[in-house]
Nanobody, 113 residues
């Protein structure tokens, strides 16, 4: 069974940075697109960023220029570097292995002064 384990969340002040990691196992990591989603209280889960097996990336308009998704196929890990964080970025962040339709357990990100 596919395992995805997120880490790196926490409390950060507005304007700060965090780097999320998602360690994947029990899957052919290098050939699947990996996504980061987030879900804020009372809102639907939304796609934040994607990276294809070939390294092509896409971002939600709300995070373009602030967030960067990357992957390390040797380490079977996907990252989300988040800069210039805003209170509206507060959410639980999930990674998703698209080919396997598998989710991680999520990591909480809170942006507050």
């Amino acid at each position: 069974q596919v395992q995805l384990v997120e880490s790196g969340g926490g409390l950060v002040q507005p304007g700060g940075s965090l780097r999320l990691s998602c360690a994947a196992s029990r899957l052919a990591f290098s050939i699947t697109t990996m996504d980061w989603y987030r879900q804020a209280p009372g809102k639907q889960r939304e796609l934040v960023a994607s990276i294809s097996s070939g390294g092509y990336t896409n971002y939600a308009d709300s995070v373009k220029g602030r967030f960067t998704i990357s992957r390390d196929n040797a380490e079977t890990t996907v990252y989300l570097q988040m800069n210039s964080l805003k209170p509206e970025d507060t959410a639980v962040y999930y990674c998703y292995a698209r080919m396997y339709r598998s989710w991680g357990q999520g990591t909480q990100v809170t942006v507050s002064s």
